[in-house]
T-cell receptor, first 113, second 109 residues
Framework: IAGITQAPTSQILAAGRRMTLRCTQD?????MYWYRQDLGLGLRLIHY???????GKGEVPDGYSVSRANTDDFPLTLASAVPSQTSVYFC????????????FGEGSRLTVL | GQNIDQPTEMTATEGAIVQINCTYQ??????LFWYQQHAGEAPTFLSY??LDGLEEKGRFSSFLSRSKGYSYLLLKELQMKDSASYLC??????????WGAGTKLIIKP
């Protein structure tokens, strides 16, 4: 079944450790996104990519980095995790940046202790 | 600043009708979107409005008034499986999606 795959599904991490959340899509979508979702808040955009080879900063980019080496993969890296990065992370994709119809992965629940 | 407001929680009865409101103040407008998110799962796209009026899709309908900065999602013949959070989002002039915090809908038998 076509879609977006995220890994890991869940992770507990010690503060200060480096962590990469993986995201792969097989829909050949140009645009990809990383969001975090916290209780009581709307989805907040961390980073996005219009197309392979380009990335941009979203609303809450500090402490995170991304790369887009090809169309399918869009990993999110926490260089040195802090407890405030405890959240559920969703990767999403869309055909282009000028549509709001996004397809989401199942999410990665990250706990930083 | 940009803002999307929707009620935090609503309760309705199985078989009934419920209307979830969303008001927005954004820098420009390129469409309003509704998503459904079951607990512990990913959001899934429900509907899209860019022109004023009602869009109907089975038991779900979505309405938009751009002059009032207002939308609602109407769910008819409620089923227990409709228990979920409903997220309102607006695509602004920079084609960034602005998200509301979501409305948790509880369906009671």
């Amino acid at each position: 079944i076509a879609g977006i795959t995220q890994a890991p599904t869940s992770q507990i991490l010690a503060a200060g450790r480096r962590m990469t959340l993986r995201c792969t899509q097989d829909m050949r979508h140009n645009a990809m996104y990383w969001y975090r979702q916290d209780l009581g808040l709307g989805l907040r955009l961390i980073h996005y990519s219009n197309t392979a080879g380009t990335t941009g900063k979203g609303e809450v980019p500090d402490g995170y980095s991304v790369s887009r080496a090809n169309t399918d993969d869009f990993p999110l890296t926490l260089a040195s995790a802090v407890p405030s990065q405890t959240s559920v992370y969703f990767c999403a994709s869309s055909d282009s940046m000028d549509t709001g119809e996004l397809f989401f992965g199942e999410g990665s629940r990250l706990t930083v202790l | 600043g940009q803002n999307i407001d929707q009620p935090t929680e609503m309760t309705a009865t199985e078989g009934a009708i419920v209307q979830i409101n969303c008001t927005y103040q954004t820098s420009g407008f390129n469409g309003l979107f509704w998503y459904q998110q079951h607990a512990g799962e990913a959001p899934t796209f429900l509907s899209y409005n860019v022109l004023d009026g009602l869009e109907e899709k089975g038991r779900f309908s979505s309405f938009l008034s751009r002059s009032k900065g207002y939308s609602y999602l109407l769910l008819k013949e409620l089923q227990m499986k409709d228990s979920a959070s409903y997220l309102c989002a607006v695509l602004d002039s920079n084609y960034q999606l602005i998200w509301g915090a979501g409305t948790k809908l509880i369906i009671k038998p």
